[in-house]
Structure formats: C-alpha cells, structure tokens
C-alpha cells in the first residue's frame, strides 16, 4: 500500500488563512510602533531644541532668546531651527519651514514656533501622530521650561505652552 505524499487543497487553504491573519495583526502592531516612533522623535526635537535655546539664552547673559540676526525659531546657526524643523518632519509634516509668525495662532497639522517682540520668551508646538482618544495632540515646549502634550493650539501672539 502506498502512502500519497504531499498535501491537501483544503490543508494549505487553511494555512495560507492562518498565515494572512497573522500578517494582518502584525502589521496593524508596525503601524502602531511607527507612530509611536515618530512621536518620541517630536518630543526629542523639541525638547532638544528648548535645551539649545536656553544655551542661547544663557551665552546672552540670561538677557533674551532672539536678537535682530538670531530667532529662536529662525536660528541663523541653525541648530535651534534645524530641530524645531526635524520634528516638523518627523510629524509628517513634509514643509521645508515652519510656521512662525507670531500673529499667526496654530493649527493641528502644523509645527508653530513663536517668539515675543521683546525677545524674552517663546514656543514652539508640532502634532503627534498616535492619539488615543483620536482627537489631535500637540506637543509644546516654552521658555518657562514647559515640555507637555496639549489638545490646544498655540494662540496667535502666544508664547506659553497652552493647557489642555
């Protein structure tokens, strides 16, 4: 008596079933984790870019963040901007610039920095990708040291991190 070798039509559906289940919960896991990813790339860049400013604010004899040639936001060094711009992208915001004139209030698919005219404080603000209440979160630091997720924009002319 011979033994058929090999496998039935009915068993390799049932595995070619089991393996798409398994890709499709594996992916949805990726997406999840990328999101995440992106997100504590935001807050680093942002964070980072608090600490560069203070730098600044401290080389300056603690006197204010911005001069005529230097912004926080608009950094002609560049490394306060370049931050503040890599968490733009790493938000998903594909710009080359951020937003950053100070009467312009914020907006949840964009990255805001403002400075005051008197050049003594700032913020700056970038959306969050994963939200789980699925409403949009913003994360903002300030020069009142403030590092925090906000469900509120930054306002026209605003220099604080908004509370939730």
């Not at 011979?2 to 496998?7: D, I, P, R, S």
């Not at 600044?56 to 490394?79: E, H, P, Q, R």
Request: hydrophobic residues 40%.
């Amino acid at each position: 008596m011979q033994k058929n070798k090999g496998f039935t039509l009915m068993e390799l559906l049932v595995v070619i079933a089991i393996i798409g289940i398994l890709a499709t919960i594996v992916l949805a896991s990726l997406s999840d984790a990328r999101d995440k990813g992106a997100d504590a790339s935001t807050k680093s860049n942002l964070t980072n870019a608090r600490s560069q400013a203070e730098i600044y604010y401290n080389d300056k004899d603690y006197s204010f963040y911005v001069s005529v040639a230097d912004s926080v936001c608009l950094d002609v060094t560049g490394s306060i901007y370049d931050l503040v711009l890599a968490a733009a992208k790493s938000a998903g915001d594909d710009t080359s610039t951020v937003t950053n004139t100070l009467a312009t209030a914020g907006a949840y698919n964009q990255t805001t920095c403002h400075v005051a005219t008197d050049g003594i404080s700032w913020a700056a603000e970038a959306p969050l990708k994963a939200s789980a209440s699925g409403s949009p979160v913003m994360w903002c630091v300030d020069s009142t040291g403030a590092s925090l997720k906000t469900t509120t924009v930054l306002g026209a002319s605003g220099t604080a991190c908004p509370a939730s």
